[in-house]
T-cell receptor
Framework: NAGVTQTPKFQVLKTGQSMTLQCAQD?????MYWYRQDPGMGLRLIYY???????DKGEVPNGYNVSRLNKREFSLRLESAAPSQTSVYFC?????????????FGPGTRLTVL | SQQGEEDPQALSIQEGENATMNCSYK?????LQWYRQNSGRGLVHLIL?????REKHSGRLRVTLDTSKKSSSLLITASRAADTASYFC???????????FGKGTLLTVNP
């Protein structure tokens, strides 16, 4: 039972390059989330998927797209990376978005955009 | 959106001492969660307290909630070096189902 896994762990991009961050969970959770964490800023929600087939914007969605590929997988895409997107990205999942439940986090992806 | 604000921003104590950190929020909540983040790792859920609860315990953790003051506190008793981490509160309320995290309290436990 791996929980929430993320790939890659580290990535360096040049400005304008694109990439996709992958996230998968094996807990049969309905809801999944993408956050970014910057020094001194706490975690900010980028996008979330309350259930398979749905996605919604969070607090800081600009510059990102997401895909809920199936119940297990939720990917985050940067179409044209910018230095402001240098951050640590965390994926999380929970049983159900609307219930008062726990979120389980992956180990994070450290992204640097030069 | 609902966001918790942790206080203090940083706390340094000796092993064996108790650590108390606080969380304040602005609007009514259904529940409040505390998470821990070790350096370079993802967040780990510690405890959830519902709005109709005043206190909850889990091992060496004690959480209190005062909805009249819109505040919560997390007490870690008999701290260990392994408790060194950042601690975040996440209040959750009303029709806003999303968790919003503050900047956290960085706890350093010195051996």
């Amino acid at each position: 039972n791996a929980g929430v896994t993320q790939t890659p762990k580290f990535q360096v991009l040049k400005t304008g390059q694109s990439m996709t961050l992958q996230c998968a969970q094996d807990m049969n959770h309905n809801s999944m989330y993408w956050y970014r964490q910057d020094p001194g800023m706490g975690l900010r929600l980028i996008y979330y998927s309350a259930s398979e087939g749905t996605t919604d914007k969070g607090e800081v969605p600009n510059g990102y797209n997401v895909s809920r590929l199936n119940k297990r997988e939720f990917s985050l895409r940067l179409e044209s990376a910018a230095p402001s997107q240098t951050s640590v990205y965390f994926c999380a999942s929970s049983e159900d978005f609307r219930s008062a439940d726990t979120q389980y986090f992956g180990p994070g992806t450290r992204l640097t955009v030069l | 959106s609902q966001q918790g604000e942790e206080d203090p921003q940083a706390l340094s104590i000796q092993e064996g001492e108790n650590a108390t950190m606080n969380c304040s929020y602005k609007t009514s909540i259904n529940n409040l969660q505390w998470y821990r983040q070790n350096s370079g790792r993802g967040l780990v859920h510690l405890i959830l307290i519902r709005s109709n609860e005043r206190e909850k315990h889990s091992g060496r953790l004690r959480v209190t909630l005062d909805t009249s003051k819109k505040s919560s506190s997390l007490l870690i008793t008999a701290s260990r070096a392994a408790d060194t981490a950042s601690y975040f509160c996440a209040p959750r309320g009303g029709s806003n189902y999303k968790l919003t995290f503050g900047k956290g309290t960085l706890l350093t436990v010195n051996p």
